[in-house]
């Protein structure tokens, strides 16, 4: 199909949408238009596109300002802005949900250009920076992966893999849960109401995009040996049949020492970061690990039967009290529990991909994304380049300021504690300290542990100002009581969005380095 017929579908599907929901609102995109039409996933990109693109382009977001790029559900009026663009940005590295990634390539015409910032922006000298997980723990932090691209098989990045629980061996019950952000819970694998293969197992199925993991809290009911049958597949897109990934039965001691799971050659895996793997690469399952607790751990590999997963008895805790833990017992009663060590739904890679909070690599975005629409608009190459060349001279001086506003803060009180871990590039760029960001632990009473390490932490490094993301305000009663409490300010600092005191990227830095000035500095 050529683009303009799929223009034309998506004008009469819009069409209908509007005569269906009264909505009367003038699309962003427009077949109309004889300006280039770009499409891009966040507000912030939108921004940097315009700058570059000046007169030349037409440019909307799927994301609306203020809307959280890690969760935002796209609309059919975003689909079908996607399906009149011609030139398309998505930062990826797993920063937007995978619907509104699904959403893009899915509705994109075959004939449009489309550019992920992160991995194309390391030609131009981006630096990356690897996630690392939580380390606080003093257990294994156990999780699911993607591992690999999958390429021979035909995947994308808006293909799925599904990750099953088949079955189970073991003297009780396992169940493998989320807690959100608000305290809810979400249930994945639950071997009490039995695995329903007529289902395909849907009731005990997790998806993730490829190379991809994401964080899970484990608990048994009882101590003893356990084993947990998986099994994968690999979905292309929604029409295809999955193709099988393998099946494998995983080993827990719980409780128990490990030598009780009768596996004297195993490997015991008792502290750090390990995943239950999807290979895609090879189509098998395994574990993956890194006993430092680090995220960047896929040199470390092994098969289902050479590991054994150690719960300890350490491990018991009780059952909180709500009715969202309900699944686990009574409130009180004691469940050996691995602990999902970071808070909400949190599906991610390897790299950090906030990159922008360090203005170089927004430089590098501004080169990437100049080229890109030179190439889909070559007549336009000279005003590209115009615009690119005096915004790329703003963000320079924009760059001096940001270090010199955030050099007046004195070296011991640059520390920032925040609700959500966004800013590894601006520490590492302009030489603040990550003091913290608020992660409770789900095993135990959340609100109260991490109060208690949040005050440890302010008194501890007298830190006068906390930081709040005004889109994530819903998320920050810790923060905001336990900063009340101890007398310590709560600031603003912009990571994903803008609303309407911040709207440009230059605005945003700008803010950020006058808040974390005026909020650090005696």
């Not at 920076?129 to 591992?147: C, F, K, S, Y």
């Not at 490990?258 to 750090?272: F, I, K, R, S, Y």
């Not at 751990?297 to 009290?321: C, G, M, N, S, W």
């Not at 949190?346 to 890109?372: F, K, S």
């Amino acid at each position: 199909m050529t683009r303009g017929s799929l223009r034309a579908v998506a004008a009469l599907v819009a069409l209908g949408l509007g005569a269906a929901t009264g909505c009367a609102a003038r699309p962003a995109l427009s077949a109309r238009s004889d300006r280039l039409q770009v499409i891009t996933t966040t507000g912030l990109l939108r921004d940097l596109v315009g700058q570059v693109g000046g007169d030349r382009v037409d440019v909307a977001s799927i994301i609306p300002d203020s809307a959280d790029p890690h969760t935002y559900e796209p609309t059919l009026r975003d689909a079908r802005n996607v399906a009149y663009a011609e030139v398309a940005f998505s930062n990826y590295a797993l920063l937007e949900e995978h619907s509104v990634i699904k959403t893009l390539d899915a509705n994109l015409p075959d004939s449009a250009v489309s550019v992920s910032l992160v991995e194309e922006s390391v030609k131009y000298a981006a630096e990356l920076i690897p996630l690392v997980e939580n380390l606080n723990l003093d257990t294994v932090w156990l999780g699911l992966r993607a591992q690999g691209e999958g390429a021979r098989l035909g995947a994308r990045r808006t293909s799925e893999v599904l990750l099953s629980m088949t079955g189970k061996t073991g003297p009780g019950e396992v169940y493998g849960y989320l807690t959100g952000t608000f305290g809810n819970t979400e249930v994945s694998f639950d071997s009490a109401d039995g695995f329903d293969a007529a289902t395909g197992y849907r009731d005990d199925t997790v998806s993730l995009p490829a190379d991809a993991h994401t964080h899970l809290s484990w608990a048994f009911t009882v101590p003893g040996v356990y084993t947990l049958t998986l099994s994968a597949a690999l979905k292309v897109d929604d029409t295809a049949r999955p193709v099988s990934l393998g099946r494998a039965d995983f080993t827990f001691a719980v409780g128990v020492d490990p030598a009780a799971a009768g596996m004297p050659n195993a490997e015991v895996l008792n502290q750090g970061h390990a995943d239950l793997t999807a290979n895609l690469d090879e189509q098998r399952l395994e574990v993956r690990y890194d006993p430092s607790g680090g995220g960047e751990h896929t040199q470390h590999a092994r098969a289902a039967d050479q590991v054994v997963i150690e719960v300890p008895a350490k491990a018991l805790a009780e059952v909180p009290a709500g009715s969202q833990y309900r699944f686990l017992g009574r409130p009180g009663s004691h469940v050996y529990q691995l602990a999902q060590a970071v808070l909400g739904k949190h599906v991610h890679g390897e790299i950090d991909p906030h990159l922008w909070q360090n203005v170089r690599n927004a430089m590098a975005y501004v080169q990437l994304i100049r080229d890109t629409l030179t190439g889909a608009d070559p007549d336009g190459a000279r005003q590209y380049r115009d615009n690119a060349n005096a915004y790329l001279a703003e963000l320079e001086e924009l760059d001096d300021d940001v270090r010199a506003t955030i050099a007046d803060i004195p070296p011991e009180r640059r520390h920032l504690v925040t609700t959500h871990d966004a800013f590894g590039y601006l520490g590492r760029a302009y030489e603040v300290r990550i003091a913290g960001f608020v992660t409770p632990n789900p095993a135990a009473e959340p609100s109260l542990a991490d109060r208690r390490k949040l005050t440890e932490t302010l008194r501890t490094l007298a830190i006068p100002a906390v930081f709040l993301e005004p889109n994530l305000a819903a998320r920050s009663a810790t923060l905001t009581e336990v900063a009340r409490e101890q007398g310590v300010a709560v600031c603003a600092i912009y990571g994903d969005t803008f609303d309407a005191t911040v709207t440009s990227y230059v605005q945003l830095m700008r803010f950020n380095a006058a808040s974390l000035r005026d909020c650090l500095r005696p």
